[in-house]
């Protein structure tokens, strides 16, 4: 799931945008979508446990990475007065209590992770491994992400909140990052007690930038700063549509570690190389996104410049069929993303594209937020926000004549959209983690340097 798109050719020039662009009138619709979309957190995450599901309303188990968006959420909620402090303190314990109290062995059920680390799907009752899935180094860094946002901003005296600083570092400090760069260059993709490691390291620029950091800042089990040199040696530089920055298909990859990181100002050795930062690399791969909708090479419906926006999210499934003469075949859930090195396009778009970039570039995020909702109405824009994913092309008998609309929200996909919005807002989630050490830390150890970084 990885890859990159172009440049405004038909927007006028395509020199490089600002890293740092004047910001726009703040538009109240931000706030709807926003609200929308944490209730969603709040409806599906069940009060007993903590753990979110994957999907919703279908049934589902809880991803664990979903539980690390849901965990940074709380704050925020707090803070625009959905919840008060002390329910999510309430709910940011349940969640920590359910994950410290599950097994950690390397058998193969009933656990819920090994050596600190979590499997990438467990049952929402228990937290216990769910599908044979995988002990997922990536859904781990997330889950952890969420972790240090709430071990910063619950910094009170309460019983609770001082019972949360203690629950959140036993939970980073078990985690055995070590243990999963041992004989590689880099971190390990993930493990399972059947199969063991998996042979590949994380590698290519995309959404595991926060892993990695996280990784190199740990307090008790830190990498090697070698594995950063080995991840930034395996991208892909590349021009695409006049825009030059790392090549990532899909906009996640960007947006995943840009929820908590402020790459503003801040650089390592290979984007000093480059005269960019990371900040300024999303910025150019989401404007290469609407560029792509503005071309749309392959005439799939409803593409332009206000409703654009390919990344990995649900499809209407697995199937081909003739669309005004053109064969067209189409997936269900996919890693879909357009770039310099491949493209992966159905005609299915996803509203956290534009959504979860909204802080890279809001000039061409808020108007194609607005588009869709205008244009599909309650097709797509339903009671806690935007639906996971839409497809005009697909017109079947049973979608009627304005195409699939998916029935499901992904808590991956919610997430970037909410924490973003309020990055726009205020920075919230960035100031909060530049104050854990873990990832001044893990920065530094990584070789950034500049902006907010020297001051920490």
Request: with cysteine.
């Amino acid at each position: 799931m990885r890859s990159r798109l172009f440049c405004l050719i038909l927007l006028g020039s395509c020199a490089a945008a600002p890293s740092q662009p004047a910001a726009p009138r703040w538009d109240p619709f931000l706030d709807t979508l926003q609200q929308r979309t944490i209730r969603w957190f709040l409806q599906a995450t069940p009060q007993s446990t903590g753990l979110t599901p994957d999907r919703w309303p279908s049934p589902s188990p809880s991803s664990v990475a979903a539980v690390g968006f849901a965990l940074t959420i709380y704050p925020i909620a707090t803070e625009r007065g959905m919840i008060t402090r002390e329910e999510a303190a309430a709910r940011t314990l349940t969640t920590f209590r359910t994950l410290l109290g599950t097994p950690q062995n390397d058998g193969t059920s009933g656990v819920g992770g090994y050596r600190g680390l979590l499997y990438h799907f467990v049952a929402v009752a228990d937290g216990t491994r769910a599908w044979n899935c995988e002990l997922s180094t990536i859904d781990t860094a997330l889950l952890i992400a969420g972790v240090l946002c709430d071990r910063v901003y619950f910094d009170g005296r309460s019983p609770a909140e001082q019972e949360i600083r203690a629950l959140a570092d036993s939970l980073e400090r078990r985690v055995d990052w070590t243990w999963t760069a041992e004989g590689r260059p880099g971190i390990m993709l993930g493990w399972t007690p059947e199969r063991g490691a998996d042979r590949q390291s994380w590698h290519g620029y995309n959404e595991a930038s926060i892993m990695y950091v996280i990784a190199l800042g740990s307090p008790a089990h830190p990498v090697e700063p070698s594995v950063w040199d080995y991840w930034t040696s395996t991208y892909v530089w590349a021009r695409y549509y006049g825009r030059d920055f790392v090549s990532f298909g899909p906009l996640f990859g960007h947006q995943f570690s840009g929820c908590w990181i402020d790459f503003r100002g801040i650089r390592d050795r290979y984007m000093k190389e480059k005269g960019i930062d990371y900040f300024e690399n999303s910025r150019r791969a989401t404007y290469t996104q609407q560029a792509y909708g503005i071309e749309n090479p392959r005439r799939f419906r409803g593409y332009g410049a206000d409703v654009w926006g390919v990344s990995a999210c649900d499809g209407p499934g697995d199937t081909a069929f003739s669309v005004n003469g053109t064969k067209r075949e189409f997936i269900g859930y996919g890693g879909r993303g357009v770039s310099f090195d491949w493209v992966l396009d159905d005609g299915t778009l996803t509203p956290t594209a534009a959504g979860g970039s909204v802080a890279f570039a809001p000039e061409i995020c808020i108007p194609a937020l607005k588009a869709m909702r205008e244009r599909y109405g309650d097709h797509l824009w339903k009671e806690f926000g935007f639906v996971d994913a839409f497809n005009p092309t697909f017109v079947t008998p049973r979608t009627g004549p304005e195409g699939w609309f998916d029935r499901d929200y992904l808590g991956i996909d919610q997430g970037p959209i909410a924490i973003m919005i309020e990055n726009l807002r205020n920075g919230f989630v960035w100031n909060l983690m530049k104050k854990h050490p873990t990832i001044s830390r893990g920065l530094r150890r990584a070789g950034f340097t500049g902006g907010w970084l020297d001051s920490h």
